[in-house]
Structure formats: C-alpha cells, structure tokens
C-alpha cells in the first residue's frame, strides 16, 4: 500500500523567511496530492493540492510542487506570518480509481515568531 | 458549507468496554474515513468505506471494526477498549469523484482509563 513520508517533523522560522515542507510517497499510481493545516484545537482542512499532471500549483504565499518521476512533492509558504503557524500534512491517493484512499505523512509542526 | 458532525468531542471509558464513536454528514458524500490521531504519528487510516454497508480495512484496523448501515452515518466501535486506544479520533468524508476535498469532523479526544 501507499506509504507517506513528511520532513521536517517540526520546523521553526521568523515571520516574513520562507518555510518547505518535503513529502515522498512509494505508489507510482498515486495521483492526487493535498495539503491540510490543523491549527491548535481545530480539524485538518484543505489548503492547496496537485495533480499528477502538473508539475505546480500557486495560491497567493503557498504553493505546492510535483517531482512524479521522484515520487516528491513540497509545499513552500513564503512570507510566513504568525497565522501560519500549525501542523500540517501532506497526503496521497489515486483519483477516479473504485475508492480514494487518502494516506497522510506524519505532519510538521510549523512555528512562526514574530 | 460540508457539515461533519461527530457524537462526543471528550469520551472517557474504562478498560474493556465497548465504546461506540459515531459521524455524521449532511453532504451525500460517498466516502466516509476514520483516523487516529497521534502526536508524531501523523493521521493514520483505521476504516474507510466507499458506499452504505461497504468498508475496508486501512492500515491499523487491529481492536476496531465499524458499521455504515445509512449514507450519512460511519460508526467506529471499539469491541473492548483498551489504554493503548486512548487518542484523538477524526472522521472524514469525501465525494466518491476523485481528487476532491476531505472534510474532517471536530474530533472526539477518547481516554480510556
């Protein structure tokens, strides 16, 4: 089965440094990459995600990219602000096959000083 | 605006008894998934299932099983409830379309004692 890992498992920046989460997965079929932020007492939601046809995805400071021939993909958060700070996770599964299966990597923790 | 709704967001049993974690969705999303979530361990997949009375195993289904007997209701029961259940639980849903947006519950922060 499908199997994520994710680096940093907690990362500390200064407000306005840049900030890369890493995550690789082991199943060639997976074609759907998301991000989820958890901030302190609340549920994962979704913040950007990718498809296996694009190499990468841009919304507004985040943006994820796709290395399918590295089974790698990043999310990069620039002009990190103390709002930015959470966990996050990233997760994979294979589209439009009989059911979706959404594996998560372990999450990092994300702090931004201020 | 997805409404995912679970039963209890604090539980506290006892060793042994049968703890029943339920979730609810007002969305007719075909996919509903339970996580166990774990400081360092990340979101791991305990049940999913794809349509009513469906369910496959995810990769620590070991001391669990679950029920989906109506579209909008995914239950997670734990046979006789141990220390090592102790954790966050997390439901989730999705609509069958791949490549679509998980949407999680509140959470139920489960002790057993």
């Known amino acids: 089965g499908e199997n994520v890992e994710q680096h940093p498992s907690t990362l500390s920046v200064q407000e306005g440094d840049s900030a890369v989460i890493k995550c690789t997965y082991s199943?060639?079929?997976?074609?759907?990459f998301p991000w989820y932020k958890q901030e302190l007492g609340k549920r994962p939601q979704l913040i950007i995600d990718?498809?296996?046809?694009?190499g990468e995805k841009k919304d507004q400071r985040i943006a994820v990219t796709l290395n399918k021939t590295a089974k790698h993909f990043s999310l990069h958060i620039t002009e990190t602000q103390p709002e930015d700070s959470a966990v996050y996770f990233c997760?994979?599964?294979?589209?439009?096959?009989?059911?979706?299966?959404?594996?998560f990597g372990t999450g990092t923790r994300l702090l931004v000083s201020p | 605006d997805v409404k995912v709704t679970q039963s209890s967001r604090y539980l506290v049993k006892r060793t042994g008894e049968k703890v029943f974690l339920e979730c609810v969705q007002d969305?007719?999303?075909?996919?509903m998934f339970w996580y166990r979530q774990d400081p360092g361990l990340g979101l791991r997949l305990i049940y999913f299932?794809?349509?009513?009375?469906?369910?496959e195993k995810g990769d620590i289904p070991e001391g669990y099983s679950v029920s989906r007997e109506k579209k909008e209701r995914f239950s997670l029961i734990l046979e006789s409830a141990s220390t090592n259940q102790t954790s966050m639980y997390l439901c989730?849903?999705?609509?069958?379309?791949?490549?679509?947006?998980?949407?999680f519950g509140q959470g139920t922060r489960l002790t057993v004692v």
């Open positions: 997760a994979a599964s294979k589209e439009n096959t009989g059911f979706q299966k959404l594996v």
């Open positions: 199943d060639s079929a997976s074609n759907y």
């Open positions: 990718i498809r296996s046809n694009v």
């Open positions: 969305m007719d999303h075909e996919n």
């Open positions: 299932s794809y349509d009513v009375k469906m369910k």
């Open positions: 989730a849903t999705q609509a069958t379309r791949g490549g679509t947006e998980a949407f």
